[in-house]
């Protein structure tokens, strides 16, 4: 009885918020959801390439001409960072909305699936924020992605790497600079520095994939704990 009540006024809560604050579709701005039916449709998961060149290989490993500079085995996202991904990222990331990782995830979690055996054993590490960057925002984008991802397959969510330096946004800079700008910014946690990776394969979960500094800087870290496979997930790639 008591639950119920709780539950039934959640429910009455909602509804006024809605009508205060209504949702409007993202991709064409109908009234109702963040996403309306027709425009989830449109995200679905691209042709898996190599990160660096984008040369489709369907598995999304590098190509040989790349596979040198590579850190990680390989980058599963689902859209290029454009048209209603572009917007998903930027409200969930910088307007908080925090709802819209759940359909995030989702498909995240669906391209995952398709491109592991369930044998494997992954092991989900979110790439973490600098600890004065994650106060001001409030959350950690990756974070909420992995765990929710690791929700729905059921699939275990390690904080193994910390951020230990405050690193300028990416956006503006070159690749070059990226990268220089990157260096030394993770070492392993706590956690990170005990558990035995040896025989999993680590899956790197981030928002977008641009240059691939940040995460190739992240694995160059997971490499010490000789994991068998390190990849990267994210929702979209630039
Ligand atoms: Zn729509
Ligand atoms: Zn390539």
Same mark, same amino acid.
């Given at each position: 009885?008591?639950?119920?009540? $709780?539950? #039934?006024?959640?429910?009455? !809560?909602?509804?006024?918020? +809605?009508?205060?604050?209504?949702?409007?579709?993202? =991709?064409? !701005?109908?009234?109702?959801?963040?996403?309306?039916?027709?425009?989830?449709?449109?995200?679905?998961?691209?042709?898996?390439?190599?990160?660096?060149?984008?040369? *489709?290989?369907?598995?999304?490993?590098?190509?040989?001409?790349? &596979?040198?500079?590579? @850190?990680? +085995?390989?980058?599963?996202? *689902? !859209?290029?960072?454009?048209? %209603?991904?572009?917007?998903?990222?930027?409200?969930?990331?910088?307007?908080? %909305?925090?709802?819209?990782?759940?359909?995030?995830?989702? *498909?995240?979690?669906?391209?995952?699936?398709?491109?592991?055996?369930?044998?494997?054993?992954?092991?989900?590490?979110?790439?973490?924020?600098?600890?004065?960057?994650?106060?001001?925002?409030?959350?950690?984008?990756?974070? $909420?992605?992995?765990?929710? %991802? !690791?929700?729905?397959?059921?699939?275990? *969510?390690?904080?193994?790497?910390?951020?230990? &330096?405050?690193? &300028?946004?990416?956006?503006?800079?070159?690749?070059? #600079? @990226?990268?220089?700008?990157?260096? #030394?910014?993770?070492?392993?946690? =706590?956690?990170?520095?005990?558990?035995?990776?040896?025989?999993?394969? $680590?899956?790197?979960? /981030? /928002?977008?994939?641009?240059?691939?500094?940040?995460?190739?800087?992240?694995?160059? $870290?997971?490499?010490?704990?000789?994991?068998?496979? %390190?990849?990267?997930?994210?929702?979209?790639?630039?």
């Amino acid at each position: 009885m008591f639950k119920f009540s $709780i539950f #039934k006024l959640r429910k009455v !809560g909602n509804n006024i918020l +809605d009508l205060f604050f209504p949702k409007f579709c993202l =991709g064409c !701005g109908e009234e109702g959801k963040f996403v309306c039916g027709k425009c989830f449709k449109k995200i679905k998961q691209e042709e898996l390439c190599c990160p660096v060149c984008n040369k *489709v290989n369907f598995a999304g490993r590098f190509c040989k001409k790349h &596979k040198k500079q590579a @850190r990680f +085995d390989g980058l599963l996202f *689902v !859209g290029r960072f454009q048209g %209603i991904n572009k917007k998903l990222v930027h409200n969930f990331k910088y307007e908080g %909305i925090k709802e819209l990782s759940n359909l995030m995830a989702k *498909v995240m979690a669906q391209v995952l699936a398709q491109n592991f055996r369930a044998e494997e054993k992954l092991v989900l590490v979110p790439v973490p924020l600098f600890f004065a960057k994650r106060l001001s925002r409030g959350f950690n984008q990756s974070e $909420i992605l992995a765990q929710k %991802i !690791g929700e729905i397959l059921d699939l275990p *969510v390690a904080n193994l790497l910390l951020r230990i &330096k405050a690193t &300028k946004s990416q956006t503006r800079f070159t690749k070059q #600079k @990226r990268l220089e700008n990157i260096k #030394k910014a993770f070492c392993l946690s =706590g956690w990170g520095r005990k558990e035995n990776l040896k025989n999993k394969t $680590i899956v790197l979960v /981030d /928002d977008v994939y641009t240059t691939g500094a940040t995460l190739s800087e992240a694995a160059k $870290i997971l490499k010490k704990k000789h994991p068998k496979e %390190i990849w990267a997930l994210t929702f979209c790639k630039d």
